[in-house]
């Protein structure tokens, strides 16, 4: 297990077509005809970026044209789709008029670019990564924690060991594309004859099929079931932060290793605390004569109530410091503390015989009672960052 941050990611799919949000399937289509047109490198050839643009392109249509990806997309982005186990990959085809001609050419053949003609025949593949999140409050994120996560993950179908064969069935070559995997056709478009390999529709891009299909997974080797783990939350862990667990996504292909799970982790806000790094941040009411005269007050840890001195002469938005009750370092022993902002209260509707007692009070204050030793410029910069 380890952290990690957050990957870069690619451009907005949105961006790149030039659509607004709400944009319409029409609208999306015509945006991406016209870039088309465009970057097509007999059109531009002046561009060198043009394919690159054009592959950029491509990839945005193809999720946003796509009501299920695109609604992935809205929701949790380029990461969702992933997860997801969509992988756009246009490098395995060889020019932009191959793509071109995929979404535009004579035999129509749409599907072959994202089927599995972009991934190659026969070669092995790793699973997608899944993201999901977990929620736990304060006190489990200060002493740890197991949370149980419940994701859909494709799995290896076990009743095949993931051969697709019905187990005691023969696994022939395939009798479409003899074994290759491919099937080469030739195409005419605008811009001249094209020669397109695309995925063999039979086998998939094996090369081999099975004579009797699983009975468990129709032949796929695999099937989508809903998995279920208990994961570590270490102590000291902060809102948003991610964990990564090796080996928990999506099954791969062909012999290739899985995927990895993401699991983010949420904290609950508890509205007593303010988090600042290790440290928790609290406030204490002490009414202005208390304050003056010293006093103890309860205040809150995320252990439950502890009763907190406060020192005569304690003044607005002075900060105690109850040591080592804050959060755990993730790495490390050290442990944060807990600092308790002293909010001073000044009494209000006070009656005949308070307006007295204060008014004689006031009357006797002298330099000595008031004078503070700080100007009172940093006063006023303390009130303005006062945790600081
Ligand atoms: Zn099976
Ligand atoms: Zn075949």
Redesign the pocket.
Known sequence: MSMTSARNTPRDYYDVLGVSRNADEAEIKKAFRRLARELHPDVNSHDPDAEDKFKEAAEAYEVLSDPDRRATYDRYGHEGLRSGGYAPNFEAFGSVADIFDAFFGGSGAFGDIFGGGARGAMGAVQGGDIAVSAEIDLAEAMHGASAEVSYEAISRCEHCRGNGAEPGTPIET?P??Q???QLRAVSRTPFGQVVRAAT?D??GG??R?ARDPCHECGGRGRKVERAKLAVDVPAGIADGQRIRIAGRGHAGERGGPPGDLYVLVRVREDPRFVRDGDDLVTVADVPAPLAALGTKVEVPTVDGPVELEIPPGTQPHDALVIRGRGMPALRGRRKGDLRVVVNVVIPRHLNRHQRQLLQELAETMTDHNLRTEEHMFSKLRRAFHHHG
Request: hydrophobic share 15%.
């Open positions: 395939c479409r594309c074994g290759t995997g063999c039979v086998c094996e090369g099929v």
